[in-house]
T-cell receptor
Framework: DAGITQSPRYKITETGRQVTLMCHQT?????MFWYRQDLGHGLRLIYY???????DKGEVPDGYVVSRSKTENFPLTLESATRSQTSVYFC?????????????FGSGTRLTVV | DAKTTQPTSMDCAEGRAANLPCNHS???????VYWYRQIHSQGPQYIIH???NNETNEMASLIITEDRKSSTLILPHATLRDTAVYYC???????????????FGQGTILTVHP
């Protein structure tokens, strides 16, 4: 089906483990984004990508790694998970069109680090 | 980037119009006003955007003042399903370091009552 999908929907991992959150979109949108959402902080941008092989840091990039080898995929990796990375993670995509940032968000991944 | 100010919360009776204000007094000429909403536990959803003219779509209307320093999102006939957090975001049309990135504030919690 067309759209933007995130997997897994829920994940529990242990401190120090590496974990990868997946994001896949079927529109061939140029832009893709990763946000995290925590109580008291709202949505904060972690990383974004303007095109395949082009990524840049957002507001809170520390502890995260991203890659974009294909336009449709934008995985987010926590290299060594910490409890402070317990959060809900949202992926989004957008086509680069002047004056239109109609982002489409995925359903989110709820990550718990124990 | 221009900052936005929104009331923390608002109530509305079902079937009535919900008018959500946003102040963006430092907006510059090339910046658009975007509205998103987030229903509990879901990813944010695009509603509408505009530059200086009033806009309407199937979800809502956007009224931007002539000086562009404030705007109002109007949900003409609010339903219980419109209960959500509503975000007003200002973003440049093109160029600059903020191009393509949405920065979410705290938003307005709209509660629609039966």
């Amino acid at each position: 089906d067309a759209g933007i999908t995130q997997s897994p929907r829920y994940k529990i991992t242990e401190t120090g483990r590496q974990v990868t959150l997946m994001c896949h979109q079927t529109w061939s949108h140029s832009y893709m984004f990763w946000y995290r959402q925590d109580l008291g902080h709202g949505l904060r941008l972690i990383y974004y990508s303007a095109a395949a092989d082009i990524t840049d840091k957002g507001e809170v990039p520390d502890g995260y790694v991203v890659s974009r080898s294909k336009t449709e995929n934008f995985p987010l990796t926590l290299e060594s998970a910490t409890r402070s990375q317990t959060s809900v993670y949202f992926c989004a995509s957008s086509e680069r069109r002047t004056g239109n940032y109609g982002y489409t968000f995925g359903s989110g991944t709820r990550l718990t680090v124990v | 980037d221009a900052k936005t100010t929104q009331p923390t919360s608002m109530d509305c009776a079902e079937g009535r119009a919900a008018n959500l204000p946003c102040n963006h007094s430092t907006i510059s000429g090339n910046e658009y006003v975007y509205w998103y909403r987030q229903i509990h536990s879901q990813g944010p959803q695009y509603i509408i955007h505009g530059l200086k003219n009033n806009e309407t779509n199937e979800m809502a209307s956007l009224i931007i003042t002539e000086d562009r320093k404030s705007s109002t999102l109007i949900l003409p006939h609010a339903t219980l399903r419109d209960t959500a957090v509503y975000y007003c975001i200002v973003i440049p049309n093109a160029g600059g370091t903020s191009y393509g990135k949405l920065t979410f504030g705290q938003g307005t919690i709209l509660t629609v009552h039966p």
